[in-house]
Structures are given as structure tokens and as C-alpha cells.
């Protein structure tokens, strides 16, 4: 049974607090580059390890998928707060760039990617019908605030980046995932009966997947991964390499200030407009601000590192607008029980442009600037953009011809719009009056 109206804000709250603080923890971990490079690592082993910890991380997910559909998504999220918790203070022990923290990488990549896929499945599992894209986007607004937080705090960790400083930000991201564990403890469990267990869980992961094929959507899936690589793993190099230095500002601070408060501010102003106007609308125009704000790194230099304000903002744009979107497109072909399953997809996608993406953009970046290989991947985004807006034509053709059957229908039942409506396929919803916007969630 779902909960009553008043009990899911509650929920969802408490669910917003608890990402919260995790992304706290995780996005102090946007100076990893820094601890590598503080071990003797180069921009190539920065991209080999990142890509490495990606790689073992995508071979657990259809594992991950299986294990929420058993085990429940709450008690996989607290398994992935443990998990990081692990690949955080093993790093304690290092002090030279040993091969023991390519492990440990994995770990923050898998921990992470426990806690990112439970929480889209719980959050979809317990929110009503009609709210699920709305849910799974106000979810992110925990993610835009921690990402205020941590990148700041953690700058003003590594002001003269000692060990101790390194040690002190390890530290209070244990602190972080303490407090995000202690919220989840507090969250009810979704009524949703367990998915059968079964040892051929690879097996069943394929056949479910094959089963409930999303699309062109995964493409987009992969190339966001790639995206997010550059603010969460090569920014803070980019910083330091090219001399990028803003006066009385934390740099990282201050890009995360407007990425995180632009993609903030959209997710909570336009929170209803995907349902308006459509999804995939929505996703291509995140798609477009985050393809200019990659290309627009070309502006920064030493010279004019206050124009890093003008990538932030419109990166934060298109992560605002894009991530809850190309989720929900994801998730929705999957049915409840196995919405676990639908989730660790939409992940391994991200994965997957984790594991291309880093060694590629380190090997240009050597080569040709961090500039360069930030407008590779801005053309990138591009391309796969077109290929999916090329792909979605024939479902809004079929919208449009959905909608004006609608209105040429003069004297039709208001009960019979509503029947009609609900037998639907999702990708044949347009945006026609409240009766149906109500019943379906818009594509």
C-alpha cells in the first residue's frame, strides 16, 4: 500500500537528507586527482584509475540489480554506505601510489553506485504513480546541495595539501556518510514484495533486461557518464595545471557554487515542466546547455578565470534538467518488482561512459589541454543528442495525432477520455488537458 500524501513528503524529506549528506561525502572526494598526484600519480594514472574503479564497478552491476529486487532497496543502500565508507579509509593506509588503491577506487565507484541505484529504486517504489519523475527529480536537489558543500569544504581541507589535510578530509567524510546512514535508518521500508531468488542472477539480469529494452536512451545514459567525468574527476587538475586561480575564491568552490545552484534552482522551479511539455523535450534541452558548457572551458585561461562561472552555469543547466528525465525515460519500461534491475542499468550506462571516458579525455588532455578534450566531449554530447531527438520523432508524431484526435472529438465522455487515456502505451502520452496529464506521465 502507498503511503498517504502527508507521509510521503515526510519520507521523501527524510530520503532528500539522507542523499544529502552522502553527496557531501562523495563530492569531497572531488579531489581524489589531488591525493593521486599527492602520491606521485600523473594526469594518465588519474584517468587509468578512475576508469579501473569504473570497470570493476560495472562488473557487479547486474549483481546490484538482483540483490535490491531480493534483499530490498533499503537494505542495499545501507550496504553501499559501507562500501564507500570501506574505499575511504583504506586510503589512510597509503603512502605512495601502490596498487591497492585501484581496489580502493572500485570501492568508492561501487559503494556509490549501491547507494545511487537503491535510492532511485526506493524513491520510484514508494512514490506514487503520477509523482515518479517529480520525486526522482526533487530527489537530485540532495545531490545539488551537497555538491555546495563538499567541493568547498574540501578546498578549504588542502590549503597547504599535507597529508593531515588529505587524512582531515578523509575524515569528515566518514563523518558525512555516519549522518546519512542514521537518516536512512529512519526511512520505512517500500511495500513491495521481493523478486524470487535465483542463483542465475547474470542469466536473469539479461532476460529481464532483453525483456524490458529502454532504447536510444542508454546511449544517452552512457554519454552523461562521460560528461560527469569532467567536474568530478578532471576539474581539479584542470585547475591546477592551467594555472586557474580566482582571488579570495575557492575555485572548485566556486564552480560548484554555480553548477549545484543553477542545476538547484531548475530542478526545483521546472520540477512539473516534464510532465507538461514532455520528457524527452526537456532531456534534449538539458543536452544542449551541457554540450555548450563543455565547450565553453575554451574560455577559461589564467588570464580570465572568473569566465569559469560561464561552463558551471551552463553544465549545472544541463545536469539540472537532464539526469531525473533520462532516469525516469529508463526505469519506465521496467515493472515494479523489477525495477531494481531497471535502475542498475541506468547506472552501468553511467558506467560505462566512467570507464571509456577518463583515459580518453587524460590521454587529450596530455596531448592537446584539458580545454580540448572537454570540447571533444561537448561535440559528443551533441552527436548523441541529434541521434536521439532523430529517434523520438516518430513518437511525437504519433503525440500530435494522439492530441488532435483529442480535440477534434466535440462531444466525447469526460469518462471515456480517461479509460482511453490509461490504456495508453507511456511513449504515446501528449500534453492534453488535466484528465490525462493525471493518468500518464508525458513524454
Known amino acids: 500500500m502507498k503511503p498517504s500524501l502527508r507521509s510521503f513528503n ?97 570501492c568508492l565507484m561501487m559503494g556509490g553506485a549501491l547507494v545511487f541505484t537503491s535510492s532511485l529504486t526506493y524513491i520510484v517504489q514508494i512514490a506514487p504513480v503520477h509523482r515518479r519523475t517529480e520525486s526522482i527529480g526533487l530527489l537530485g536537489i540532495g545531490g545539488f546541495l551537497g555538491m555546495l558543500v563538499g567541493p568547498y569544504c574540501g578546498d578549504l581541507l588542502l590549503q597547504s595539501r599535507e597529508r593531515a589535510d588529505f587524512l582531515a578530509l578523509f575524515a569528515w567524510a566518514c563523518v558525512a556518510l555516519a549522518v546519512g546512514i542514521t537518516l536512512l535508518w529512519l526511512l520505512p521500508k517500500p511495500d513491495v514484495k521481493p523478486a524470487k531468488s535465483d542463483h542465475r542472477q547474470l542469466k536473469q539480469f539479461i532476460i529481464t533486461v532483453s525483456k524490458h529494452w529502454p532504447g536510444w536512451i542508454l546511449l544517452v545514459n552512457a ?165 536521439y531527438a532523430v529517434s523520438s520523432i516518430h513518437l511525437w508524431r504519433d503525440q500530435w495525432r494522439t492530441h488532435q484526435q483529442f480535440l477534434s472529438s466535440d462531444e466525447r465522455p469526460a469518462n471515456a477520455t480517461v479509460a482511453a487515456t490509461s490504456k495508453r502505451r507511456p511513449e504515446q502520452a501528449c500534453a492534453v488537458p488535466a484528465a490525462e496529464a493525471q493518468t500518464i506521465e508525458s513524454e
Not at 228 to 248: C, G, W
Not at 254 to 279: D, E, H, I, S
Open 10 to 106: 515526510l519520507i521523501l524529506t527524510l530520503a532528500i537528507a539522507c542523499q544529502l549528506a552522502f553527496v557531501c561525502a562523495n563530492t569531497l572526494m572531488t579531489h581524489y586527482a589531488r591525493w593521486i598526484s599527492f602520491l606521485g600519480g600523473t594526469v594518465r594514472d588519474i584517468g587509468l584509475i578512475t576508469g579501473a574503479g569504473a570497470l570493476i564497478g560495472l562488473l557487479f552491476r547486474p549483481w546490484m540489480g538482483q540483490w535490491i529486487n531480493r534483499l530490498g532497496a533499503k537494505n542495499t543502500w545501507a550496504a553501499g554506505y559501507v562500501c564507500f565508507a570501506v574505499g575511504i579509509i583504506g586510503n589512510v593506509a597509503l603512502n605512495d601510489l601502490h596498487w591497492f588503491i585501484y581496489i580502493l577506487r572500485a
Open 223 to 387: 554519454v552523461f557518464g562521460v560528461c560527469m567525468t569532467v567536474p568530478f574527476v578532471f576539474l581539479a587538475d584542470f585547475i591546477d595545471t592551467d594555472s586557474i586561480h580566482v582571488a579570495r575564491w575557492s575555485e572548485i568552490g566556486l564552480f560548484f557554487l554555480c553548477y549545484a545552484g543553477m542545476g538547484l534552482t531548475l530542478r526545483v522551479g521546472l520540477r512539473k515542466l516534464p510532465n507538461r511539455v514532455g520528457r524527452r523535450k526537456v532531456l534534449l534541452t538539458g543536452m544542449i546547455f551541457m554540450s555548450s558548457g563543455l565547450i565553453c572551458f575554451q574560455l577559461v585561461d589564467a588570464a580570465h578565470a572568473w569566465r569559469l562561472i560561464i561552463p558551471a552555469l551552463l553544465c549545472g543547466a544541463g545536469h539540472g534538467l537532464s539526469f531525473h528525465t533520462l532516469t525516469s525515460l529508463t526505469l519506465e519500461r521496467f515493472p515494479l518488482e523489477v525495477r531494481g534491475t531497471g535502475s542498475a542499468l541506468c547506472l552501468m550506462m553511467l558506467d560505462l561512459g566512467h570507464i571509456g571516458g577518463p583515459p580518453i579525455v587524460a590521454f587529450v588532455a596530455d596531448a592537446a589541454g584539458f580545454t580540448t578534450a572537454f570540447a571533444m566531449i561537448g561535440g559528443l554530447v551533441a552527436a548523441v543528442g541529434i541521434i
